[in-house]
Nanobody
Framework: QLVESGGGLVQAGGSLRLSCAVS????????MGWFRQAPGKEREFVAS????????DYADSVKGRFTISRDNAKNTVYLQMNNLKPEDTAVYYC??????????????WGQGTQVTVSS
């Protein structure tokens, strides 16, 4: 089970930190990702982090502003979002993959948390 939290309403230029608590299975076995879906748009990749936390990847649109991290002792993955822009407004989902290597698909998804950035 994946449960996101930390979403909300923030002004442009502000910051939010999303959390995703994972239960069931061994957290350190999961490759973790964050995705988002804005109204009327398809879901898109935001960031991912490897099982150890050593490797991360970001969408070009968030590079330099967002940071993904994980705490395997707490079974939690985070998304620190700084310098938020109105175009970051979306429902944010965390996802977990058991697949070998860098996943192209994720197996488990959270219910999502709304992030709204006002201009």
């Amino acid at each position: 089970q994946l449960v996101e939290s930390g979403g909300g309403l923030v002004q442009a230029g502000g910051s939010l930190r999303l959390s995703c608590a994972v239960s069931g299975g061994t957290f350190s076995n999961y490759y973790m990702g964050w995705f988002r879906q804005a109204p009327g748009k398809e879901r898109e990749f935001v960031a991912s982090v490897s099982r150890s936390g050593a490797n991360t990847d970001y969408a070009d649109s968030v590079k330099g502003r967002f940071t993904i991290s994980r705490d395997n002792a707490k079974n939690t993955v985070y998304l620190q979002m700084n310098n938020l822009k109105p175009e970051d407004t979306a429902v944010y989902y965390c996802a977990a993959s058991m697949r070998i290597g860098v996943p192209k698909k994720y197996d488990y998804w959270g219910q999502g948390t709304q992030v709204t950035v006002s201009s």
